[in-house]
């Protein structure tokens, strides 16, 4: 069904002004632009395929209620999971234009999930009208380059210390010190590297039992750095 004014009630109004794309519009701003016949809400069950990779992107579309899978299938068959996509995220925007405009990845509902769904050529006369929409766009498509990019960076070190000493020497980098705490669980880094959760642990316990760092909880020191760094070799 169309989106309807009466439709975009507090809950979804809160959903909405957190969703990257419409960050710092008000009420009567996202109504505005939502509001009409192209712009529908569809609901997708569990385990429902939203989208194949390789299928065209014809929409636009904003999860508002569960949460979606993304994974990539390998030349060998095996499934790997790229990430989680929860409320209020966009699908594969940095998709919608360009000459390969196809989904990179398959979307799944990992429980049952609510879509706003917005016609490509419908949002591109959003951004039009709309200067916040536009930049709020292209900021978005910049920080799915750079997440997109670290994870390839993190895909292509053959072994999982390897992907283990890139990722504490970044956020080494980022903190400017050689002591500081994980921003990510094992689970995460598990998924952000494509192995399995228990590989990460005993990567982890082998640095620390090499005395190249020093992990108490997700508090980690790094005890010698020229050691990891010459695990990227």
Same mark, same amino acid.
């Given at each position: 069904m169309p989106v309807r004014m009466e439709q975009i009630d507090d809950k979804l109004f809160d959903k909405l002004t957190g969703c990257p794309l419409f960050r710092g519009l008000n009420r009567e701003e996202i109504a505005a632009i939502l509001t009409g016949s192209s712009v529908r809400i569809r609901t997708f069950r569990k385990g429902s395929v939203i989208a194949q990779a390789g299928e065209k992107v014809h929409f636009l579309h904003l999860v508002i209620g569960g949460s979606v899978k993304a994974e990539m299938v390998d030349y060998a068959g095996k499934v790997i999971k790229i990430e989680d996509i929860f409320p209020p995220r966009p699908l594969a925007p940095a998709f919608l234009f360009g000459s390969q405009n196809s989904y990179p990845v398959?979307? @799944? #509902?990992?429980? !049952?999930?609510?879509?706003?769904?917005? $016609? &490509?050529? #419908?949002?591109?006369?959003?951004?039009?009208?709309?200067?916040?929409?536009?930049?709020?766009?292209?900021?978005?498509?910049?920080? &799915?380059?750079? *997440?997109?990019?670290? +994870?390839? +960076?993190?895909?292509? *070190?053959? @072994?999982? +210390?390897? +992907?283990?000493?890139? /990722? =504490? =020497? !970044?956020?080494?980098?980022? /903190?400017? #010190?050689? %002591?500081?705490?994980? $921003? %990510?669980?094992?689970s995460q880094l598990s998924e952000l590297f494509g192995v399995a959760r228990p590989s990460v642990g005993r990567a982890m316990g082998e640095l620390n039992r090499e005395g190249i760092i020093r992990t108490e909880g997700k508090e980690v020191r790094i005890l010698d750095s020229a050691r990891l760094s010459g695990l990227l070799r």
């Open positions: 398959n979307l @799944t #509902a990992a429980e !049952d999930v609510q879509i706003l769904s917005i $016609p &490509r050529e #419908a949002f591109l006369g959003m951004m039009q009208a709309s200067q916040k929409v536009l930049l709020n766009f292209i900021n978005n498509v910049s920080s &799915r380059g750079q *997440f997109l990019s670290s +994870k390839i +960076k993190f895909l292509s *070190f053959s @072994t999982i +210390k390897g +992907k283990l000493a890139q /990722y =504490l =020497l !970044d956020i080494s980098a980022m /903190y400017g #010190a050689g %002591h500081f705490l994980l $921003p %990510h669980s094992q």
